[in-house]
Structures are given as structure tokens and as C-alpha cells.
């Protein structure tokens, strides 16, 4: 099959009038940042500066921006969550994955999670628009390192089997290499062994035995099937995979809402990273911006030059097929690390950019709320009996926030962007996984502005500042 040869891809990439964020005066180190009270504002205009992808000598790489945002081809209408559904959707996604796993083998520290776990849709903030089919039809998918199977919702459908998105539906019989997978084949064999889900050909779209099923189930109680399909997905303008495999989705239901479907990034066989291994190695990188007015970059293989990058190991759980894992040492606000024993960091961290808060045990959790407000004490908090620490920066104009940084196992030390890696609606981004020793989650808005590069073959992950 003929793919193109080096693709080189520089983004247009922008942000917010924001940046009168300057630093405070301090000697060295710099542990607190003053930012204006702007930069908690959503932004209505998407507006222009630059950033680069780091070149790859074979990849491909495109736009990435917020769903909600006014760089979004077809922005969602409705308006984002409060913190509060927020946080509460982000448990329900993380409760799901918790639940699901089988915990036996607790004392060792291994974590045992079933293959094809879903993850919470509903939940997803960041969307790539691709182009499906010949000719291609743009497709607004929304990204998630939680689930593996990418889907887009296929005409013929109605109301009550299709929700309402703003694009036309997906229309296969428009498409001159669209071809539905034949039950029986080995590409359909591997989707039903993996899955627990009746996939395959004992489920598919129209009734007959002929053609490849596929069902999946979110945690939130999103589903889809239909057809598991084979079609040229284009990445970029002519940068198309020809032989995609994606499911055509012919009945949908649970809280989805208005995107064209979901591209799946996990490590399982169905993913796109994985897919697409023979071409890009397997590796994939993301920046996501730090306002919804921004735009940042999904890149399919690995630059030539990871010299700007740190690595972490990344693991996966023992009967994991999706997860990414990677694993806390410490962390520090405004410049100090906070005292935790490293024991209660090792259920590890699932990278989940499908979530959009953090998830950390008990006790890091504890401290760094109260390291947080400790710092913040300036500012009065939004009084709440969910644990939450959200802040009511009326009247003010700037904002004096402590840097936070996390620590990865080989002592890489992330500082979180501030204010838009910390801070969701003036909220501390971060929430409680449960108990020391648990899984928990990196969620996406302490990605912001990192490019996080997943070197799957090489067992690591890489972050890079100021990436977007
Ligand atoms: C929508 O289509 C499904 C399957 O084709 C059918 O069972 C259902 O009755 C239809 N609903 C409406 C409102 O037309
Ligand atoms: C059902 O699948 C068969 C086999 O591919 C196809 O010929 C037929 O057109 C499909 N029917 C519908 C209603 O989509
Ligand atoms: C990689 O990039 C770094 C800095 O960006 C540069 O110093 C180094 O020489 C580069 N290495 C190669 C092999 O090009
Ligand atoms: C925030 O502070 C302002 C002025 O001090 C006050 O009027 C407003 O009610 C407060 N909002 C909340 C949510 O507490
Ligand atoms: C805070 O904001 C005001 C006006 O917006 C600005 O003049 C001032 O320099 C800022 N203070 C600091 C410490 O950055």
C-alpha cells in the first residue's frame, strides 16, 4: 500500500489574549506565578501565534482543539460543565475503571483490570477533525487514551438510534472505499477474542451473519454498535490511511452528545496508534492547549529528536489492553515538596486524557490541597461540602498562583502550566481516588501545553514544556 513519504507538519497554533501572565520577581527558582484574573475567562475568539510539532521523519500530525471552543469546526452548542458536574462525571469515569478491577493481587501491588473497558464519553474534552471516506467527509472525534475503538455514527439513522451531532451523519453508500469487514475475517477474529462484548459475528448491524459487529459500553452508560468497518481515513491533506478500521455506529445511546464519534488511542489491537504501527512505529504524541480558544496537535510517530523530552517508564496493568500507566514519586507547590511516603503512590497513574481531572490516593491528595490553600489563602474560598477548593476571584485583577510539579518515577519533574494546569473554573483541578496505594488518574488539564509523547515500544512516556 502507498503511504507518503515526509510529512512535515507546522501548526498555526493559538492562544488566548491571556498572556500577560508574567512571573513573579523571586531569586532562581521561581515558585509562584501572578497571573491576570483573564485568563480565567473563557475566550470567544480563536486567535493566532505559533508552535511546532517536533519534526518526524515519517509521521503526520493534526489540529487539536477544545470542544467547547470557538476553534472547533462545529463547537459544541451547549455550554461546558460546571465544576461540579465536572468533578462528578470524572468520578463516575473513574469509578468505572476502579470497579472493574480485580484487585487480588493487591499485596504485590498489581492491579489486574478485564480487557475492553470503556470509558465514560460523555466525559471527553478535546476533538481532532479528520476526514473519512473518498471522497473524504470531515469528522469532528473526540480524543480518548481510555478506550481503543474508534467510531463515528453512520446514515442510515434515525433519531431514536442516532443522537443529534452538527455535522451530516457519516454516509458509507457515499464512499467509493468504504467497505464493511467481512465476519469471518481475521480482523474481525481478533476484535471478538478481545472483547467480552459479543463482537463479531454473532453481532452486527443489519441482521445478517455476513458482516463484522461491534458494541461497546462506556462507563457512563454511553454505547454504540454497528458495522466494524474498513475505510481511508485522512489525516492531514494527503496523509491517508487507507485500510482504517473504525466501527460505523448504527445505534447509539446514553449521554453522548453533539460530536461525529471518538478516536481511540489506547494500546489494544482496534486503536489508531496501534493500527497504523507498521507506518508510525507506534508511538503518538499529544499537546493539548491550555484554553479553549487554543489549538494544539495530535502527531502520529515519534520525532527524530526526543532530546527536549523527559521520560517516565510506562507500564501497563497485568490483563490491561488499554492503559497507559505511569508512576508518582512526589510533589511540590510553590517550590517546596510536600512529605509523602512513596508507598501510597503504588497503584501508578492511568494517563487518561479522556478524563479531565487528576485522581491521586488519600494522602498526596490531602497535602496538596492543603499546601495548595495554604498558598492561596489570600483568596476566599467558595464554600462547598464536596471536598472541592474552588476560589472566588471576584474584584480581583491578578492572581498570585505557587507553581505545582509533579514527579515521575526516574526523578522527571513536570511543572503544571499555571493557571490552566492547576486551576478549572477556579477550582483546584484535582480530586481524591480513594485509598493509598490505589490506581488513580492523570487527567487532561494537567497535560495542558505538554507535548506527551506515548513511546510504546520503548515501555516510556515523554513530556515536553511549552509545547502548544
Ligand atoms: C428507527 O430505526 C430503528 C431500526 O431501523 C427502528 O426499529 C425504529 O422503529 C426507528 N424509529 C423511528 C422513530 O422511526
Ligand atoms: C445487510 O448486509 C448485507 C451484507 O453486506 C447487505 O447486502 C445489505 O444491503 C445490508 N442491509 C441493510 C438494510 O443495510
Ligand atoms: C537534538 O536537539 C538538540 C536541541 O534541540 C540539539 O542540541 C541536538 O544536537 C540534536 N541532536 C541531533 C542528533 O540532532
Ligand atoms: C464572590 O465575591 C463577590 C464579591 O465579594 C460576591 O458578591 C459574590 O457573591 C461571591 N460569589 C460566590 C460564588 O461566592
Ligand atoms: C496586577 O494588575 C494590574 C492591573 O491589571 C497591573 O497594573 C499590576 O502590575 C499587576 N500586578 C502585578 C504584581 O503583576
Not at 480487557?115 to 480524543?143: I, K
Not at 457515499?174 to 469471518?184: E, Q
Not at 492543603?370 to 471576584?394: E, Q
Amino acid at each position: 500500500m502507498a503511504y507518503p513519504p515526509l510529512f512535515l507538519y507546522i501548526l498555526l497554533v493559538v492562544f488566548g489574549s491571556y498572556l500577560s501572565t508574567i512571573s513573579a520577581a523571586g531569586d532562581g527558582e521561581q515558585s509562584f506565578v501572578v497571573v491576570s484574573t483573564r485568563s480565567f475567562q473563557t475566550q470567544d475568539v480563536c486567535s493566532t501565534s505559533t508552535s511546532t510539532v517536533a519534526p518526524r521523519p515519517n509521521g503526520a500530525a493534526v489540529p487539536l482543539v477544545h470542544r467547547h471552543g470557538p476553534c472547533a469546526k462545529s463547537p459544541s452548542t451547549d455550554k461546558p460543565s460546571s465544576f461540579a458536574e465536572t468533578l462528578r462525571r470524572s468520578r463516575v469515569r473513574a469509578d468505572y475503571v476502579m470497579s472493574t478491577m480485580q484487585m487480588q493481587d493487591q499485596e504485590e501491588g498489581k492491579v489486574s483490570i478485564p480487557a475492553h473497558l470503556g470509558t465514560f464519553v460523555d466525559s471527553q474534552e478535546y476533538v481532532v477533525t479528520l476526514g473519512l471516506g473518498t471522497p473524504a467527509v470531515e469528522q469532528v472525534l473526540l480524543l480518548d487514551t481510555g478506550s481503543d475503538l474508534s467510531w463515528v455514527q453512520c446514515a442510515p439513522c434515525n433519531s431514536t438510534d442516532c443522537y443529534p451531532q452538527k455535522d451530516p451523519l457519516f454516509d458509507p453508500r457515499k464512499s467509493s472505499t468504504y467497505a464493511p469487514i467481512p465476519c469471518g475475517s481475521d480482523v474481525c477474529k481478533i476484535l471478538q477474542s478481545d472483547d467480552h462484548l459479543n463482537n463479531g459475528c454473532s453481532m452486527n448491524g443489519n441482521g445478517t451473519q455476513s458482516q463484522c459487529g461491534y458494541r461497546v459500553e462506556y462507563g457512563g452508560g454511553s454505547k454504540t454498535s454497528g458495522v466494524y468497518s474498513n475505510e481511508a481515513l485522512t489525516l492531514a491533506p494527503g496523509v491517508i490511511i487507507k485500510d482504517f478500521h473504525f466501527g460505523c455506529g448504527y445505534k447509539q445511546g446514553g449521554p453522548n452528545d453533539k460530536f461525529d464519534g471518538l478516536l481511540g488511542l489506547g494500546r489494544a489491537p482496534e486503536s489508531l496508534p496501534v493500527q497504523t504501527s507498521a507506518l508510525y512505529g507506534g508511538s503518538f504524541s499529544h499537546c493539548l492547549p491550555s484554553v479553549s480558544s487554543g489549538t494544539g496537535f495530535l502527531a502520529l510517530g515519534a520525532p527524530s529528536n526526543t532530546s527536549g523530552f523527559s521520560f517516565t517508564p510506562m507500564t501497563q496493568f497485568v490483563d490491561s489492553v488499554t492503559d497507559y500507566v505511569v508512576k508518582l514519586t512526589g510533589i511540590s507547590v510553590g517550590g517546596k515538596q510536600l512529605r509523602i511516603p512513596g508507598k501510597v503512590f503504588e497503584g501508578g497513574l492511568i494517563v487518561d486524557c479522556g478524563n479531565i481531572i487528576s485522581h491521586l490516593p488519600s494522602t498526596p491528595y490531602a497535602k496538596l490541597r492543603s499546601a495548595f490553600r495554604a498558598a492561596m489563602a489570600a483568596y476566599p474560598l467558595i464554600p462547598s461540602d464536596d471536598h472541592d477548593t474552588c476560589y472566588n476571584f471576584t474584584g480581583y485583577s491578578n492572581v498570585t498562583v505557587p507553581k505545582v510539579a509533579l514527579t515521575f518515577t526516574g526523578g522527571v519533574t513536570i511543572d503544571l502550566d499555571v493557571p490552566n494546569g492547576l486551576l478549572l473554573d477556579g477550582c483546584l483541578a484535582f480530586t481524591d481516588s480513594g485509598s493509598d496505594g490505589y490506581v488513580g488518574f492523570l487527567g487532561n488539564v494537567q497535560m495542558r501545553t505538554l507535548e506527551m509523547l506515548y513511546d510504546v515500544r520503548g515501555g516510556r512516556l515523554g513530556f515536553r514544556a511549552g509545547a502548544c
